[in-house]
């Protein structure tokens, strides 16, 4: 940010003012900031803003406590005592600015709110459908930064689209898995919404994860460098939020369930090569699937 308080890399001109001072009236609270700030600033917004309003999250990622993990608009519901819905999709913050069509993914379970939310959002080249399954919107918002930083080692080894394809669709399968595992059973059709597979598409070939880990095979430097050098520091949601499901899973004595989620949080430490990626999803759980009607 700028002395002016603008995002001067994505969204130069949009002044950011007083946290407080610009939410105190408000009647529809919308959250956008790295996920590990989110109990900071609601600490902030307690008692400062009308109790009637509802938030709405496009916050990537889970709060972690521990070996638990929980959706980030449900600690903004608990910390603010609002209601909260979630927006995800495939949105790469400069397309959407330059008006190029897109869809995007609202999960709302209030029935009366969800028109307010579409209409609110919506324009003729930003397409809003709106479904109930806020868990799975929320989570395929998180885990597919972890199936891009897969993506991007794919790419740095020069392994090719079927390669890259088989880890998309692995990603996929693992985030189905991981939501329904979690969360409680998600219904199927979500993750055809735009919050899942269509982001996961464009995270995987054109988000920032994707592309830092590709560099990370390319280059040898360490995730941190690579932030430093390509991002001014910022943060990757990938390596973070591997990190916060692979304490989740562990606990749980489901490693086996969930090896490319596994393999992406051991290789973004270290702990094995990126060139032993495909040796960690090679016997698949999936693989050993046969359907039979």
Known sequence: MSTLDEFIDQCQGVAVPDVVEATKDADILVFVLPHQFIRTL???LLGQIKPTAVGLSLIKGFDQDGTNIELISKIIEKNLRIQCHVLMGANLANEVAEEKFCETTIGCKD???APILRDLIQTPNFRVV???DTAAVESCGALKNVVACAAGFVDGLGLGDNTKAAVIRLGLMETIKFVNTFFGNAKLETFFESCGVADLITTCYGGRNRRICEQFVKTGKSI?????????GQKLQGPATADEIHAMIKA???????????????ICHEEIRPADL??????????VLVYIS
């Not at 941190?224 to 001014?232: D, G, H, P, Q």
């Not at 040796?279 to 698949?284: F, G, L, P």
């Open 42 to 44: 609601c600490a902030t």
């Open 111 to 113: 029935k009366r709110l």
């Open 130 to 132: 709106v479904v109930e």
């Open 224 to 232: 941190r460098e690579l932030e430093a050098e390509l991002l001014a």
């Open 252 to 266: 749980r004595n489901m490693l086996d369930k969930f090896p490319l989620f596994v393999a992406v949080q051991r």
């Open 278 to 287: 495909i040796d960690q999803i090679r016997i698949h759980p999936e693989h």
